[in-house]
């Protein structure tokens, strides 16, 4: 079947969730047979989202070949376990670069370059370079930002013509808002119209709206959107809030938006759709009746994106462990000596997250050595790992000023050091070491005994690394280098095999856990923690 185009946008409010939409979409064309791929174009100039600080967009989410990119194409991979590349992720940054490239070259000469045609017809490339490799039935590419955003308008002229040119093989999906006025006890449907007629100024016409809303639309209010809007009174979908992201494709679904895509595409169907796994997770995420209480170590808390990956690996992780997860989020800048004992205490397990600099990091150590020495089930994840292995070395191998160079570049015990190949690097943007290596576990280890093999293949972002110089002494008092890179010898992963679970990885194991498919070490930390809550009431109940 020819590639057919799905353009997903979104007026009124941004954050309203065009990403979940386009994930779910996808899944329910998945579900029927297709074969999917979703890219996000993001107008801002950053080349990547790599050098933005997490208080800007949430987190940074990194693909198998290394691009540091939007946090949506995290939930794209949750939804749909297709793996996805730098080709996903396009920024206004990357457009301007690639054509400001090709100017330099020549390869304009003579002609002025111009927003239109020149940005818009790089757009147009991207936007079809997954489509032209044949191997999708659907591309759905999501434009980030607002319509009538200054930013956006080259993306969306570019989606007009690709409208145009490709006919029914373009669908154009249009996210608004419709807010519920307390005071007025009335749900407002105007700012769709205005969205509405804001995109059709520019030259598209939405095929389906799909409404985001707190309380439930009327049959007539749908109906009165579609009249004003020039769109089919059934292509207009409500979207209520739901109890969980994940409950997102089945309130489509029962809309029929898939039946809608297919039919508004003249896509041969593929018969019917089989949505059991999908349904097994989403009936026992609504149905957990226990509890596993883990924290969230970190210094980006107030902004919970900062974290999606690893709370979404820990929702999937405990939901097959049929647990609800109640994460707490503490802040590593105002643990202390004197009240970790009091934040930590009650939960069955704890995370140390990843991050950058010196800020929080001594809150991180305060958690570490309570942990410790109180064997909990304790996670660290990339800084959070290096910062394993500094307490370690401060209280156990009792060098006080233990460190990461990135924190203190004098230190006498440098445990984490800058990795070699780092040494040169100046430029700050896709330098650090990025993506998927494979790793060589430690047979009867934690993390063998989890992944069930020995060699496996995780995904990477830090520029630091374990200082192999310390291996013996650490591996002489009791933390163990369990993991590393079978061609470098780099430490990847490090474990106190005397604790009922402390681990620690230099990569990132959130970045490959999907709904379908949960991370092993994640669902092995779980179940850590479950055995120790459940240990400890029992304990309590003596
Ligand atoms: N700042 C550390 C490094 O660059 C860890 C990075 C991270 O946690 N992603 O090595």
């Known amino acids: 079947m020819e590639t057919k185009y799905i353009f997903v946008t979104g007026g009124v409010v941004s954050s309203l969730g065009k990403g979940i939409i386009s994930s779910s979409l996808a899944r329910l064309l998945l579900s029927r047979g297709y074969s999917v791929t979703i890219q996000k174009f993001d107008p801002y100039i950053n080349i990547d989202p790599g050098t933005l600080n997490p208080y800007e967009h949430g987190e940074c989410y990194v693909t198998d070949d290394g691009h540091e990119a939007d946090l949506d194409l995290g939930h794209y991979e949750r939804f749909t376990d297709i793996r996805t590349s730098r080709a996903n992720n396009v920024t206004t940054g990357r457009i301007y670069q690639s054509v400001i490239d090709k100017e330099r070259k020549g390869d304009y000469l003579g002609k002025t370059v111009q927003i239109i045609p020149h940005i ?160 097994n997770f989403v009936h026992k995420l609504e149905n957990a009746e226990k509890t596993v209480r883990i924290g969230l170590v970190g210094k980006y808390v107030e902004l919970q994106d900062a974290y999606k990956s690893i709370s979404e690996s820990l929702v999937q992780a405990a939901t097959y462990c049929d647990h609800r997860l109640d994460l707490v989020y503490i802040h590593s800048e105002k643990l202390t000596k004197e009240n970790v004992e009091e934040k930590l205490a009650g939960l069955d397990g704890v995370i140390i997250a990843p991050g950058f600099g010196q800020r929080g990091i001594e809150g991180k150590f305060v958690a570490l050595e309570w942990c410790r020495t109180h064997d909990m089930p304790t996670f660290g994840i990339c800084l959070g790992m290096q910062c394993m292995v500094i307490e370690f070395a401060r209280n156990v191998l009792g060098y006080s000023d233990a460190n990461s160079t990135e924190m203190d570049p004098h230190t006498a015990h440098n445990v984490i050091d ?88 230099q990569y990132h194991p959130e970045y490959r856990s999907t709904v379908l498919n949960p991370n092993p070490l994640f669902m092995s930390f779980v179940k850590a923690a479950i055995a120790n809550g459940d240990k400890t009431r029992k304990d309590d109940n003596l």
């Open 418 to 505: 800058l990795m070699e190949e780092q040494k040169s690097v100046t430029n700050m943007g896709g330098t650090m070491r990025l993506g998927a290596y494979d790793c060589k576990l430690k047979k009867e280890s934690v993390p063998y005994l989890a992944y069930g093999k020995e060699i496996i293949t995780e995904r990477h972002r830090h520029r630091f690394e374990f200082n192999n110089e310390f291996r013996e002494r650490f591996e002489n008092a009791g933390l163990e280098c369990v993991g590393e890179n079978p061609e470098t010898g780099l430490v990847e992963v490090v474990q106190i095999p005397s604790l009922s679970w402390f681990v620690g990885t």
């Open 120 to 279: 818009t017809d790089e757009i147009k490339r991207n936007v079809k370079l997954l489509g032209n490799t044949g191997k999708y039935d659907f591309v759905i590419t999501e434009i980030g930002g607002t319509v009538g955003d200054i930013e956006s308008t080259p993306f969306l002229e570019a989606v007009r013509q690709l409208k145009w040119e490709l006919g029914k093989n373009a669908l154009s999906v249009h996210l608004t808002y419709v807010p519920y006025l307390k005071a007025a006890k009335e749900l407002k449907t105007k700012p769709t119209q205005h969205s509405v007629k804001q995109l059709q100024a520019i030259g598209i016409q939405p095929d389906i709206l799909i409404l985001r809303t707190e309380k439930e639309i009327p049959v007539s209010m749908r109906r009165k959107v579609a009249q004003f809007c020039n769109v089919a009174p059934d292509a207009v979908i409500e979207c209520i809030d739901a109890s969980s992201i994940y409950r997102v494709p089945m309130l489509m679904h029962e809309q029929r938006l898939d039946n809608l895509v297919i039919r508004l595409t003249d896509s041969e169907s593929k018969g019917e759709p089989n949505h059991s796994a999908w349904n």
